[in-house]
């Protein structure tokens, strides 16, 4: 079934700070535009569904952003722009390596005969927060890292369609790496109750539509020469790259990141019409620290290279 | 209906490190007892409650755990010990002031001239972060504070019955401030699907069963002595002093604080067996950064005082 996405967004109602984001995205697309830079949306993170208007309750997909934010620092290491669209609260680039951590277990007075005292972060810490700092500080001032954020699958699309549709003047330059975890279910606003739903009421029922599968507009009609990957996320191995493929016949963007819920951080596939590659990370690379976002990064990058090469 | 709490627990499973999480409670307790300090277990935070058992999806209510972080640290003021039970990446006391900030951002390198380089805070954040550090770390070398971390409903209902068990040898100086929001709703273990559920199936129908109140074998059974405050959310106001009123006719526990969505953060009502107090900030207050936990623990503890008294 072709999707009328003009017609769907029409009933998303427009979210808060919509214009300013928007304002955003435009102006540092045709900032890299006029550089010449090569730029990649990264999504990231679960999107929220609120189950009642005044929301108290929602739905959400399992997701921290650790795919996301770790494969926006490997793009960014080989000097693409990134539009890190992300969860609200999700793990960012460089912070996250902290994100376990506790802020005020890191720091402590520093123990200097100096007046003014001053609070430094603790030695154990040290090496690398430098590290990180180093980076961040550097992409910062380099304006090659834009975060926009959302928390509800409303905003989510919204932002998705204002970034595809800001990223089609600079055609084959721009990626769009889809990670996060959307939901494949809404609740229509005229169906949604205001208040909060009332337990003595009883056992509760919910009913959630179909978010329509937007990547087909999004290939066809908003970002049309753009390099596209999705994701697939299954707990059912059996399932995944089936579905792989049938995502890729039916909505003709590049390539499909098909992955198992409880191995992603050690192997992925990459399908695309003619190929099926498996990235993987052997125990002594896990134990080492290394990430698989690293590899993917690196072959995607490749590939898109190829791709605008030969157009 | 009466709860029978036991047989509800035998269909729950034992969460992950439950000993471990219940062994540190127990410790925490007998420590506080033995030196005569009063213990209250802040709840805060909201609780998931998984769709498939491999878990992609699940239900979530909404709370960044604003209400249980800030009200912690005013127990701490006042020498309470305070078991801290929350949510996983929800706010923390202390830490919670600097929550809406990248560490990153934070910090910098220091303008030294010796050869050790090392990172501080900045200036600008300085002053706000010496206060929270000097709190912290005198609250945890005390071992005043102690964090334990839920995600799951399950895990969270495990812990709250292990804590309130756990405080029915200090009787009277206890305190149960059950601030977390906890879902009404739960699907149990045998109605669940394993994999992720497919949304080429269509539409999501999802039928969740009543959890039975606990407040109910909590008062009775597990800490009959201790001072117990829940609290009840409500987005309609019209609702919220008949369920107040209703839950301690129900429950014959001390209070339930009531509150707005939209206004939490401004009024709260105290809502005793005799009594209905309001507890409210003016604008002046809000503007100067005063917030309502500070005025809520203090006329808490009083009436805490109070009964401590009269036992």
Known sequence: MEVDSTNFFQQLPVPDKFTEKNDKICNFVSKHNEI????????????????ESRTVRYMDNFSQGTRGSASAENFLQHGYAVIFLYRNRSLEPYSRH????????????????????????????????????????????SGHLLFIDFTTLNEYLHLLRASALSLQQIGHSAMLYLAAAVSDFYIPKDQMPEHKIQSADGPLHVSLQLVPKLLGPLVKEWAPDAFVISFKLETDKNLLIKKAEEALKKYHHQLVIANVLETRKQAVVIVS???????????????????????????????????????
């Open 273 to 311: 019409k003619d190929s099926i590659q498996t990235i993987s990370l052997s125990k002594e690379q896990l134990l080492q620290g290394i990430e698989i976002e690293e590899h993917i990064v690196t072959e995607l990058i490749s590939r898109h290279n190829k791709m605008m090469n030969e157009k």
């Open 98 to 141: 902290f994100s376990r951590l506790n802020l005020l277990d890191m720091l402590e007075f520093a123990n200097d005969n100096t007046s003014a005292q001053s609070i430094v972060v603790q030695q154990e810490y040290e090496d690398k927060v430098k590290t990180m700092l180093l980076k961040y500080k550097e992409v910062m001032k």
């Open 36 to 51: 010449g830079n090569k730029v990649v949306l990264v999504t990231s993170g679960g999107t929220t569904v609120p189950l």
